[in-house]
């Protein structure tokens, strides 16, 4: 089975920066694109940043210009930069990722935990 492990979140002050990262492990013969999603108390789950197989990636609006996302392939392992964080962005961030468990190809939906993010003064 395919698990998803995220870390780096934390409180931090408006303005400062975090990190998250999410590692991917089990069996695992492809990964067709990973992603960050994130939950406020009383919102819907939004998709924040999304990278493909083929290196094209996607954020939603709010985060352009602010958060980066990059993944390493061999490591399994897909981050999110957060850079100039606001009160707006705390939330608790969950990993995805589109897997390939076996050589045949199926893709199956995979999804971690969370980390929370709270950005306070």
């Known amino acids: 089975q395919v698990t998803l492990v995220e870390s780096g979140g934390g409180l931090v002050q408006p303005g400062e920066s975090l990190r998250l990262s999410c590692v991917a492990s089990?069996?695992?013969?492809?990964?067709?694109?990973m992603a960050w999603h994130r939950q406020a108390p009383g919102r819907q789950r939004e998709l924040v940043a999304q990278?493909?197989?083929?290196?094209?990636?996607k954020y939603t609006d709010s985060v352009k210009g602010r958060f980066t996302i990059s993944m390493d392939n061999a490591e399994k392992t897909v981050y999110l930069q957060m850079n100039g964080l606001k009160p707006e962005d705390t939330a608790r961030y969950y990993c995805?990722?589109?897997?390939?468990?076996?050589?045949?190809?199926?893709?199956?939906?995979?999804w971690g935990h969370g980390t929370q993010v709270t950005v306070s003064s």
């Open positions: 995805y990722a589109k897997i390939a468990p076996t050589y045949v190809g199926d893709l199956y939906d995979y």
């Open positions: 089990g069996t695992i013969s492809g990964i067709d694109a």
């Open positions: 990278f493909y197989y083929d290196g094209t990636v």
